[in-house]
Structure formats: structure tokens, C-alpha cells
């Protein structure tokens, strides 16, 4: 069956430019998040989706981060002038539906590095 | 900042020994999930506890939500090559979707 996947799987970038990191979910899953997990470190939380809308976008580390989810489907993580300390690998999860007792399935993530 | 901190950070161990990993924090959680990472994989759920004293066991491995709801301890029996991996705890907290991982526990196991 088809999990989380995310494209592309790894991503070289110059300081300063703009990327985009692409999460497809779990078809039929309402809930999808964004995680950044840095070298030996776990997983930090920066933003889910119920749907469409946003509903918790507190682990965002700056206005240089934005996420969409247009269709409450596929979502793009967008990354503006990207800076050597974005370099980690990006998570995506999906759920059936939010709610603290709804297990995550975890995409194998996108590596970012920023030169 | 990571709230919840799991001891070893590094463990490696021969095959058939057993060894416990930790995961404390100062707040209270509803919940409380462990997951095991494999190298560019995301992660992988394996338990979830809820309530404060409960043990959970899935096969050699043995799960304990502390009574206050703010630590857990996986305890592994006799392990194996194949338990090698990045373990993750993870709170989540009331009724809150986001997922608050510790800080993990890398374990290798040899022959």
C-alpha cells in the first residue's frame, strides 16, 4: 500500500535561494505535519494541517518558513532564503484525523542541505 | 528546546544482553508513544501508553508509563542485531495533535 512520500528525497541548495519540499499523504488521511530533525537530534514540530487550514503553525522557526495544503491533499513546505542552519532533514506525517490518540505515519523525509 | 530527554544518548551492546532506555520530562503528558528510526526512514511507531503505571509488552520489548505521566522506559530482553536503530519517545499533550520527540537513543547491537 502507498505511504507518505515526499520529493525529492535529497536537496542541495546555495545559502540565500528558495526551495520547495513536497509531502503526498496517506490517501484519505485529513491531518498532515511538517517535522525538522537535525543531525543526532529527534524530530521538532513545525506546523499541521487539519484539511486545507493551518490549525497550529507555532513551530515555525521564522517568516522565512511557509506551508500550503491548497486541496487538503498534497503539501509544499517552502523555505525562502535559505540559510546554512535549515539544513536538517524535513519530515512529513499524515493521519486519519487530528487528535492526540490518531497515529502518525511518517514519510522517510527530504534531506536539505544548504551550502 | 526538546522537553523530553532520554537517556543513554548512545548505547551499544552484544547480541542476547538486555538494557533499558529512558525518557523523562517535566511536564505532564496525555500520552506517550515510542518509535524506532532506521537510516533515511522515517519514524516508526511501536507503542503507545496512556494511562499513569501502565506496562505494555510487544514481544522482548517492555514499555512503562510512570505514574505521574512524565516519564517511560522501554526495556529490551535479549537483544538483537535487528533492534538497531534510532529510539524516539515521544508526548503528546491533552488533546493536542503535534508530536513533542525526545531527544533519542541510539542503540547498536552486535554479534
Known amino acids: 500500500g502507498a505511504g507518505v512520500s515526499q520529493t525529492p528525497s535529497n536537496k542541495v541548495t546555495e545559502k540565500g535561494k528558495y526551495v520547495e519540499l513536497r509531502c503526498d499523504p496517506i490517501?484519505?488521511?485529513?491531518?498532515l505535519y511538517w517535522y525538522r530533525q537535525s543531525l543526532g537530534q529527534g524530530p521538532e514540530f513545525l506546523i499541521y494541517?487539519?484539511?486545507?487550514?493551518?490549525?497550529?503553525d507555532s513551530g515555525l522557526p521564522n517568516d522565512r518558513f511557509f506551508a500550503v495544503r491548497p486541496e487538503g491533499s498534497v503539501s509544499t513546505l517552502k523555505i525562502q532564503r535559505t540559510e546554512r542552519g535549515d539544513s536538517a532533514v524535513y519530515l512529513c506525517?499524515?493521519?486519519?484525523?487530528?487528535?492526540?490518540?490518531?497515529?502518525?505515519?511518517f514519510g522517510p523525509g527530504t534531506r536539505l542541505t544548504v551550502l | 528546546t526538546q522537553l523530553l530527554e532520554q537517556s543513554p544518548q548512545f548505547l551499544s551492546i552484544q547480541e542476547g544482553e538486555n538494557l533499558t532506555v529512558y525518557c523523562n520530562s517535566s511536564?505532564?503528558?496525555?500520552?506517550l508513544q515510542w518509535y524506532r528510526q532506521e537510516p533515511g526512514e522515517g519514524p516508526v511507531l511501536l507503542v503507545t501508553?496512556?494511562?499513569?503505571?501502565e506496562v505494555k509488552k510487544l514481544k522482548r520489548l517492555t514499555f512503562q508509563f510512570g505514574d505521574a505521566r512524565k516519564d517511560s522506559s522501554l526495556h529490551i530482553t535479549a537483544a538483537q542485531t535487528g533492534d538497531t536503530g534510532l529510539y524516539l519517545c515521544?508526548?503528546?499533550?491533552?488533546?493536542?495533535?503535534?508530536?513533542?520527540f525526545g531527544t533519542g537513543t541510539r542503540l547498536q547491537v552486535t554479534l
Open positions: 490517501s484519505g488521511h485529513t491531518a
Open positions: 501508553v496512556v494511562t499513569g503505571g
Open positions: 494541517f487539519q484539511g486545507t487550514g493551518a490549525a497550529d
Open positions: 515521544a508526548g503528546v499533550g491533552g488533546t493536542a495533535s503535534k508530536l513533542t
Open positions: 511536564s505532564v503528558f496525555s500520552s
Open positions: 506525517a499524515s493521519s486519519l484525523t487530528s487528535g492526540a490518540y490518531n497515529e502518525q505515519f
